[in-house]
């Protein structure tokens, strides 16, 4: 679907395919040389994990100027504690990583915050573990939310994904770089446990802890 509200020119019920045979595999295969198909499920990721501003900023690339600007005009808040009076810091969800991230890449290709807005507020009403089967694609003035390779195919096929964002890669870029940094437990008998201090970070550990099970 378009974030916009309109449909992708192709027809009522999305984009369709209107060239032939061959523009289509040529378009199926621009979409997998960039990585916008579909991935294997990612990893579940633990909802109790927050991380604080300067791990998110790192992981998701953007600058403490850019968080707190967009966490005061409630573009992306912090899902796990807000900010509330001196002392106090925000936490930040591995889903609000996630958007930030994902944030930075559509204003690095010129994508409107007002387009940018409206996009978030559709993976906000996604299911965490939806995400991760969700590519966005963008002609630079709208953004298209594609849940299907075939969706995804069209749009580079009809010109308007000129670029895109596979949610999953994504995903799975946030897992590897916060898997390395600090986390928090809000509400610990040690006053918001600082996991930097403990043997390897939670989420580390519990990714450790599928894997030899």
């Known amino acids: 679907m378009t974030t916009t509200g309109e449909t992708p020119s192709g027809g009522p019920d999305g984009p369709v395919t209107v060239a032939s045979e061959e523009a289509a595999r040529a378009a199926a295969e621009r979409a997998e040389a960039q990585g916008l198909l579909f991935a294997d499920d990612v990893t579940a990721i633990p909802e109790d994990i927050g991380y604080r501003g300067p791990t998110v900023c790192a992981a998701a690339g953007i600058t403490y100027r850019q968080l707190d600007y967009w966490a005061r005009t409630g573009l992306v808040e912090p899902g796990i504690r807000a900010a509330s009076g001196s002392g106090t810091q925000r936490l930040y969800s591995f889903r609000d990583v996630l958007v930030l991230k ?112």
């Open 102 to 213: 994902i944030v930075k890449r559509l204003l690095d290709t010129g994508v409107s915050l007002q387009q940018i807005r409206v996009a978030v507020q559709h993976l906000r009403d996604r299911g965490i573990e939806d995400l991760a089967q969700i590519t966005l694609m963008s002609d630079g003035a709208s953004v298209y939310e594609c849940t299907s390779a075939d969706e995804v195919i069209d749009l580079v096929q009809g010109g308007q994904g000129v670029f895109g964002i596979a949610v999953g890669r994504v995903w799975r870029e946030i897992e590897g770089t916060l898997a390395q940094m600090p986390g928090e437990v809000p509400g610990d008998a040690e006053s918001d446990l600082d996991l930097a201090d403990s043997p390897g970070d939670e989420l580390a550990a519990r990714r450790r802890a599928r894997t030899a099970g």
